[in-house]
């Protein structure tokens, strides 16, 4: 079976956005099947507890979404032309195991979302429901910036704390993904309280680049105040066209969506972020 990217939709703009940074970037790793997937749940559809409101049918709802993914499919159809394939899927699940269990289906490279947007669409897929789709699934995870359009992959950023990095940093992950997109690679110490000694930086650096068996690999040491405004400004200094952020945990994920860097990055970032654990 060939390989795909799973785009999870609600139909709304902001998925019409995440599908065409997925036709893009379809079209860069020659990967030509997209995967529109739907979960949905009767007690995400409506609010019984509303005044005046009633239960929606469900055979009304499977009715209705099937409606939409068919409108949603032509329209990614459209975009990207004869050279993709478009498969469509709609299950009565709970978000993060719907999308764990689609992604390993139909050999997903990646999932790729849209962060800001329509408020809805951001606190089911960005919220907490994000947060155990991650936790569930081994697939890279691409975050877009509203408005942003897609750019070819040439430089990738990879965050990196310097925190237990043998342990933490999937480096296979990033190695591959570096060698998938040809990109050249920047590995960033973001220091905002002190950071580390200049020879700790430079063991650490090459511990870290004969990890990653990558010889082109430019190591970056930036100070400030504000984690989120340092990488966005580096990012836009060095035309970084995706930024890699590694929850260092997997079991504390949650953690890392309640105001941390991955949070900052996920919500604040003017580049395409890749949400990457290690495991699995």
């Excluded at 749940?41 to 009304?60: K, Y």
């Excluded at 994000?130 to 509203?146: E, L, Q």
């Excluded at 920047?186 to 650490?204: C, P």
């Excluded at 511990?207 to 010889?215: H, N, S």
Aim: aromatic share 8%; with cysteine.
């Amino acid at each position: 079976m060939d390989k795909s990217i799973l785009i999870p939709t609600d139909f709304s703009e902001v998925a019409h956005r995440a599908a065409a940074y997925a036709i893009a970037l379809g079209g860069q790793l020659g990967i030509a099947r997209l995967v529109l997937y739907h979960a949905w749940q009767q007690s995400n559809v409506v609010d019984i507890n509303m005044p005046g409101m009633t239960l929606v049918n469900e055979d009304d709802i499977q009715a209705a979404n099937g409606e939409w993914m068919s409108s949603f499919a032509g329209a990614v159809k459209k975009e990207a032309g004869d050279g993709f394939e478009i498969i469509t899927e709609i299950d009565y699940n709970p978000l993060d195991y719907g999308v764990a269990h689609a992604a390993e289906k139909h050999r997903a490279e990646y999932v790729v979302m849209s962060a800001t947007g329509s408020g809805k669409f951001v606190e089911k897929l960005i919220g907490s429901s994000a947060v155990s789709v991650a936790r569930n699934i081994n697939v890279p995870v691409i975050i877009v910036p509203g408005g942003y359009e897609f750019k070819t992959i040439e430089r990738i950023a990879l965050s990196c704390d310097y925190k237990d990095t043998e342990h933490t940093v999937p480096f296979g992950k990033v190695a591959t993904i570096v060698e998938e997109t040809g990109a050249r690679l920047f590995v960033i110490y973001v220091d905002t309280n002190g950071g580390l000694a200049a020879d700790v930086l430079k063991e650490n650096n090459e511990r870290i680049k004969q990890a990653l068996e990558i010889t082109d690999v430019r190591f970056h040491s930036l100070s400030g105040e504000k984690y989120i405004d340092i990488v966005n400004d580096f990012s836009e200094d060095n035309g970084i066209d995706l930024v890699i952020a590694v929850p260092r945990k997997k079991g504390v994920f949650e953690l890392l969506f309640k105001g941390s860097h991955t949070a900052d990055l996920a919500f604040r970032s003017k580049k395409p972020i890749l949400i990457i654990h290690n495991g699995g």
